[in-house]
Structure formats: structure tokens, C-alpha cells
């Protein structure tokens, strides 16, 4: 099983945009990763993104070039701050593939409870707009496999 991490591409200030919509930086920067990643072919039986804007313009940038086998969807749970033991059950269970578009520190306390155990253990440096890889075995233990960042790309 694949799970992809991303956390959503720069977005306004909420003073400038009470929306936070994503700045014309964070959309060059999602539409540089989305060009590397279209290459790799990736493919998801899931695409969830949470509620929020930024999120949900990140997330559209990123489906135009990933094979979606399912739908992409809008889902609760997904907040900065939401619970993530409930979503690590349901990815464990579900056995699918996944890419999810969150936000911090939603993707870094997600991602250090599969990888060790915990909630706050900060395993990934998470970067806005980059995408980390893991994987899991039949042994249930996870690994990262890559991470892009926009940063990375010129």
C-alpha cells in the first residue's frame, strides 16, 4: 500500500484573503511538482482533501496529473489540527492506495504515528506544496520511499 502526504502549496495570508487561496507562488510551485510527479505515473485509488481552500486548489492542481481510480473527495477530518488516529485506522483497514492533501500539522502528526509510533515524533520535514511517499508491507511497518519538495525543482 502507497500513501502519499502532501501539504498544501503557499497560500494568502487571512487578512489579505479570508479564503486563504493559494498565493500565485504556491500555484507555480504545486504546478512544478505536478510536472515531475506526472512522469512517475502515480497512481491512487483515492484522492481526499480537506475542506479548506487551499487545500482544495491543491489538491485539483495535483489530479490532473495522477490516474485516479476512484474519485477525488472533499473530507472532514482532514483540519490542521483534526485527529489523525482515526484516518491511520482507516488507510490500515481500507488497504488501498492514497494520496491526501492536509495541512500541518495534520501531514507531520499522520505521518510520525505510522512511521514511529507517535504522534509527535516529527519524522518528515514537510515543506508547502511538496509530496512525501510511504509504503507498507505485509508486516504493517511503513517507510518513506521519497519526498519532492518545490524547492527542489528548478
Known sequence: MKLYLVQHAKAASKDVDPERSLTQEGRRDIQKVAAFIKSLNLSVDNLWHSTKTRAIQTAE???????????????????????????????????????????MPFVSKLASLLLAGREFADTVAFRQGGIVALSTSESSQWQIEWMITPELLI
Open 61 to 103: 492542481i495535483l489530479s490532473e496529473v495522477i490516474k485516479m481510480n476512484k474519485e477525488k473527495i472533499e473530507r472532514e477530518g482532514l483540519a490542521p489540527n483534526d485527529e489523525v488516529t482515526a484516518i491511520k485506522d482507516e488507510l490500515v483497514a481500507a488497504q488501498q492506495d492514497t494520496m491526501i492533501v492536509s495541512h
